[in-house]
Structures are given as C-alpha cells and as structure tokens.
C-alpha cells in the first residue's frame, strides 16, 4: 500500500486524495448546506436568483478549493508576493474601470460577475507576510527594519480601499495582516505604540469619514435616535433575534424577514434570519460549526513544519475568527454596522472565492507537511 501512494519519496494522487482533511471538508459542506437552506429562506421559498446563484458558486468554488488543495505548498510559498501584486494591481484599477453600486466603487466587472479585489486582498495580505516572515530568524523580526516592508504593504490596501470607500473592509484587512504580524513573534511594545498613535490621531481619522460612516457610529451607541432611519436595521435585527427565542420560529417561518422587515437578509445579516427562524440552539450549532472549522485550521497549521504554511494557517484561523464575530456582532448592535459578510453564508461572491482559496492553501499544508 505504501508504494502505491508513495513514488520516490513524493506523494502520488491517491496518496494525495488519502491526505486531504476530510473532517474539515465535511464542516466545510455542511456549512454550504445549511446556507442553501438560508438563501432558499430570504426568498421565501422560492428557488429565485440568490439561491441559485449562492448555489452555483459554493458548487464551483468548492470544486476549485479541492482542485488547489493539490497544489504543492511550495508553489503557494513561491508566489505569494505575485498573488500580493495582482490583487493590488486589481485594486488599483478599481479606481479606474471599477463599477459603482450603492455609492462605493469596488468591482471590476468580469462579465461571468463581478469581483471585488478588497476581498482577495484579505488572503494576499495573509500569504505575502506569511512569506515575508517565514524566512526570518525569530530573533530580528521586531527589527524596525523588517518593520518597514509589512507595515508599507499593510497600509497600501488599507488606504486604497477606504478610498472606496469601504471601511468594514479595510479593517478587516488590517486585522488579518496585524495578526500574522504578531504570529510572527513582533514585540507587543510595537503594537501598543500604534494603538497609542491610533488614539492621537483619532480625531483627525473621524474628520475624515463620510457623513454615512459618522451617521453609522452615533446610531451605534443610540439607535433610537433615527428607527425609522439610520437606525431601523439595527433595530429590527434585534427583534428578529429576540423574536427567535430559544428554539427559534421554525424554517421559513421568520415574521421579520418575511414581512421584509429585514434589510439585507441575504447577506450582512445572513445571520439574523438564521437566529429568526432555528434560534438560540440553532444560533449556537452554527457557532459549533465555525469553532471546529477554526479548530482544524489550527491543527492544520501546528501539524506542519513548514513555517510559511505555519504562520499562514494560524493567520488566516485568527483572521477568520475576526470575520465572524465581526458579522456576528454587527447584527446583535454590539459593532457598528460595517459590512463585512459571515463566510460562506452571505451571499457574495468575491467573498466566497476569497474563503474557499485560503482553504485551499491550508489543505495544502495539510497534504504537504514538510
């Protein structure tokens, strides 16, 4: 058996194919299923647009995430700065060509749909300072001349995106990144320097939101002030959570998102409606769900040897945990509302691709551990 998955000491298909996580990939579908059901919800149960299209791409790009998991980790390793480039690059012609919905510019139109690079730049991010560190003694990272690169390719997205502008997005970017940056054994006097810094400059980065983004933070702490307004989506989120009760209303049984109380119900607040309609028990087999699949990731990362796939594994785990108390927290009122998509349910999909590609390198350090 040995010599049918081993030829010259590398890993044939088969060999291949046996090491895939499958536990991981199980969580993974049983997560696309229960969106399926969501989606076929927010339409009332109809098999409408968002459905079929939530379907067709997790079907697609579940079959390019195994596809990819084959690929060997060093080819992930290798190119991880071009990867870095060709999103930037993409970002940059946002600005350019990019198509505008809803007051912000962040799609590039690809005619199969429309892919928004701020997305991908979450995982780029990952894998170019995965790469950058990787090669570093631990002993030198918090040099501030291994600073300079991972703080300059941090802040280029950063800013393009605000540009957008997108905020949810840019600070999720800069989350991911400062996670591998301290992963990477950065001392914690650098970060509590920036915070420092962030904390002067508040008022000077508050000037410069958008009306919207300013309207959002004071609706935040009082959503009362406007509930027919700014604050009517937060607001009715509550009621659609609380409504849910323990054991929630039943399936296509959610008043507020059927009576379309609910704004955005297929994507940002995905979640909402899940809480709706399958409540507290359901709400936390979901989290169940995102715990294990974060838990595999970590497993994943601490099984290999090899410090790009290390740092990348761990990165992307903690950047993952970040996006989905981000959503979670968005929809119960305990975040400004920002807009950031709950993985693999919401529909979107440059976030999906975006997911399913940093899956596919983590799998990949799975097969190839060394």
């Known amino acids: 058996m040995a010599e049918k998955i081993f030829i010259r000491g590398k890993l044939n298909f088969m060999g291949k194919l046996f090491s895939l996580d499958f536990f991981l990939i199980f969580l993974i579908l049983l997560l696309g299923l229960i969106s399926f059901f969501a989606m076929y919800s927010t ?6 647009y968002y459905t079929l299209s939530h379907i067709y791409r997790f079907s697609t790009f579940f079959i390019l995430f195994i596809f990819l998991s084959f690929f060997k980790i060093e080819f992930w390793n290798k190119n991880a700065y071009i990867f870095y480039f060709l999103v930037l690059i993409l970002l940059f012609g946002v600005d350019l060509f990019g198509v505008t919905a809803s007051g912000s510019r962040r799609w590039i139109n690809l005619f199969i749909f429309n892919l928004q690079p701020s997305e991908l730049m979450k995982v780029a991010l990952i894998a170019f300072l995965a790469r950058y560190y990787s090669n570093k003694p631990s002993h030198s990272v918090s040099q501030v001349k291994h600073l300079v690169i991972p703080i300059f390719v941090l802040f280029i997205p950063v ?135 974060i838990y595999r990731v970590i497993v994943i990362g601490s099984e290999t040897r090899n410090n790009f796939a290390k740092l990348f594994c761990f990165g992307f785990a903690g950047s993952f945990f970040v996006y989905v108390a981000v959503n979670m927290s968005m929809v119960l009122g305990l975040l400004p509302i920002v807009g950031a998509p709950l993985p693999i349910m919401s529909y979107g999909g440059s976030s999906m691709l975006s997911i399913m590609l940093a899956f596919a390198i983590v799998m990949s350090c799975k097969i190839h551990k060394s």
């Not at 339409?43 to 409408?48: A, D, K, L, Q, S």
């Open 159 to 293: 800013a393009l995106v605000i540009t957008q502008p997108d905020l949810g997005t840019a600070l999720l970017i800069a989350i991911g990144g400062f996670i591998v940056i301290w992963l990477a054994g950065v001392k914690i006097k650098y970060f509590m320097f920036s915070l420092a810094t962030l904390a002067c400059l508040m008022p000077v980065v508050i000037a410069t939101l958008k009306p919207y983004q300013k309207l959002r933070i004071l609706t935040f702490f009082n959503p009362e002030r406007d509930p027919l307004g700014a604050g009517y989506q937060i607001i009715q989120s509550k009621i659609a959570v609380g409504s849910g009760g323990i054991f929630g209303k039943g399936y296509l049984n959610g008043s507020q998102s059927y009576l379309d109380y609910l704004p955005e119900k297929h994507t940002d607040f995905i979640f909402t409606l899940f809480s709706e309609e399958f409540g507290f028990i359901g709400s936390i087999i979901l989290l169940i769900i995102y715990a294990l699949i």
């Open 43 to 48: 339409e009332r149960g109809v098999f409408n």
